[in-house]
């Protein structure tokens, strides 16, 4: 006796996981530039520096929320999950430290959490989707009024008009 077909697992999660892969890459870039900044003397961008980490701390929670989604619903790999997790507790500690002015922990860790976002993002990007589901019967296919004019898939079936 055979088992039940599995359905393909859906792709939206592993589009949620490289959205949310990405904005905590360029803010972690950006708050590297706040902070040269203010090194720099320039003072005003020590508080656009804390705003960044908030901004990075409520995406990395987002990011959390995709690895949870990547997996169960997803059926996708265990890795994001842990690295999603890992990088929001992170963050978490760099804001702790930074305002406790702990600045050679702070730095530090700064450096580990660039790195790790920047780990994230080329992880969440090599990722394969999985393939689109096929469409229902009916619903256009290759050779449907809505993709017409539109150049094949690479690989799929090239029909040439009389």
């Known amino acids: 006796m055979s088992s039940p077909p599995v359905a393909p697992a859906p792709r939206w999660p592993l589009i949620l996981l490289r959205a949310t892969a990405t904005a905590p890459a360029v803010l972690a870039l950006l708050q590297t530039v706040l902070a040269a900044g203010f090194l720099n003397g320039h003072y005003e961008a020590l508080a656009m520096h804390a705003a960044g980490a908030t901004a990075l701390a409520a995406v990395a929670v987002c990011q959390l929320v995709a690895g949870v989604l990547v997996r169960w619903p997803g059926r996708g ?25 702990a600045l050679g922990l702070h730095v530090v860790l700064g450096v580990l959490l660039v790195s790790g976002t920047l ?39 090239v029909g040439v008009a009389p």
């Open 77 to 101: 790999p265990r890795w994001p999950l842990g690295v999603s997790a890992l990088l929001t507790a992170a963050v978490m500690l760099q804001i702790g430290l930074g305002y406790n002015r």
């Open 119 to 157: 780990f994230a993002l080329v992880g969440a990007w090599r990722q394969p989707l999985p393939a689109r589901s096929p469409a229902p019967a009916g619903a256009g296919g290759p050779e449907g009024p809505e993709d017409a004019g539109l150049l094949p898939r690479p690989g799929g079936h």
